[in-house]
């Protein structure tokens, strides 16, 4: 079964960074394009980024674009998120997300929060 698994989280400084990762399984990751989504306290989930089944286009939010990058490594079955400059409004649940034959699937989140 289509399994993904959020790690990375944790307690940063404004102005810090972080690195999120995605471990993907049940499923031809190569061939599919990845994203992150967000969730803050009271929130909706909001799109973050994404990448394409090669890596080779990679699209961001406004919120984050300059600060977050995104990549994958197919080797690995894996997609990362790398966070700099974080901010305060950057605080979230992360999630990463899969759409295979109209079914979107989501891994349990990762918990962010950028507070000093």
């Known amino acids: 079964q289509v399994q993904l698994v959020e790690s990375g989280g944790g307690l940063v400084q404004p102005g810090g ?38 890596g080779g286009i990679t699209e961001y939010a406004d919120f984050v674009k300059g600060r977050f990058s995104i990549s994958r490594e197919d080797a690995k079955n894996t997609v990362s998120l790398q966070m700099t400059n974080l901010k305060p409004e950057d605080t979230a649940v992360y999630y990463c997300r899969v759409w295979i034959g109209g079914i979107d699937y989501w891994g349990q989140g990762t918990q962010v929060t950028v507070s000093s």
């Open 17 to 54: 960074s972080l690195r999120l990762s995605c471990a993907a399984s049940g499923f031809t990751f190569g061939g599919l394009a990845m994203s992150w989504h967000r969730q803050g306290s009271g929130k909706g989930r909001e799109w973050v980024a994404g990448v394409s089944t090669n």
